[in-house]
T-cell receptor, first 109, second 112 residues
Framework: KNEVEQSPQNLTAQEGEFITINCSYSVGISALHWLQQHPGGGIVSLFMLSSGKKKHGRLIATINIQEKHSSLHITASHPRDSAVYICAVRSNRDDKIIFGKGTRLHILP | DSGVTQTPKHLITATGQRVTLRCSPRSGDLSVYWYQQSLDQGLQFLIQYYNGEERAKGNILERFSAQQFPDLHSELNLSSLELGDSALYFC???????????FGNGTRLTVT
């Protein structure tokens, strides 16, 4: 079992829909990152969380440390949101960064 | 623009060869991270340096080595290259250990 699990693996939705991507992890962490990778390959950091909730524009990220779970929400989704979303955690035991396998999101116009 | 510069963008080399990938972090960032992304493995953490010292080590092969110089730029050396080393290699930087990450555009390595 992977230490960081993301669901779903693939998601296709219509423009305007509310999107939720989930990340569960099994290790103790000091921080969790949500990353976005566009088809061209570039990676952008969306959020870094250690507790609670953060919002940036149409994106919201939450984390529940007790349940070892984080969610990334996209409101009013748009075709330009189509990308791979990757969850990554930093282990508080050895500082290693562990990645989920990513969620491929496709928003249809 | 993340402020992180990676060179070269593309590299094609033969098996058995050695290459060096370079990363200049965003101004003010003390941490540099190296990651490998191959088609079948996803993103893998290789190694992190903080202010010149190795901070954390991931799935880095013994044939690979890295260092961070006094001016904070970093180099990733890959030797005795194999076909399976073909991948995108990303560098990222951050101010502190648990700060947002800033990614470079990656170096695409093709081993033939």
């Amino acid at each position: 079992k992977n230490e960081v699990e993301q669901s779903p693996q693939n998601l296709t939705a219509q423009e305007g829909e509310f999107i939720t991507i989930n990340c569960s992890y099994s290790v103790g962490i000091s921080a969790l990152h949500w990353l976005q990778q566009h088809p061209g390959g570039g990676i952008v950091s969306l959020f870094m969380l250690s507790s609670g909730k953060k919002k940036h524009g149409r994106l919201i990220a939450t984390i529940n440390i007790q349940e070892k779970h984080s969610s990334l929400h996209i409101t009013a989704s748009h075709p330009r949101d189509s990308a791979v979303y990757i969850c990554a955690v930093r282990s508080n035991r050895d500082d290693k960064i562990i990645f989920g396998k990513g969620t491929r999101l496709h928003i249809l116009p | 623009d993340s402020g992180v510069t990676q060179t070269p963008k593309h590299l094609i080399t033969a098996t058995g060869q050695r290459v060096t990938l370079r990363c200049s972090p965003r101004s003010g960032d003390l941490s540099v991270y190296w990651y490998q992304q191959s088609l079948d493995q996803g993103l893998q953490f290789l190694i992190q340096y903080y202010n010149g010292e190795e901070r954390a080590k991931g799935n880095i092969l013994e044939r690979f080595s890295a260092q961070q110089f006094p001016d904070l730029h970093s180099e990733l050396n890959l030797s005795s290259l194999e076909l399976g080393d073909s991948a995108l290699y990303f560098c990222a930087s951050s101010v502190l250990n648990d700060s947002p990450l800033h990614f470079g555009n990656g170096t695409r390595l093709t081993v033939t």
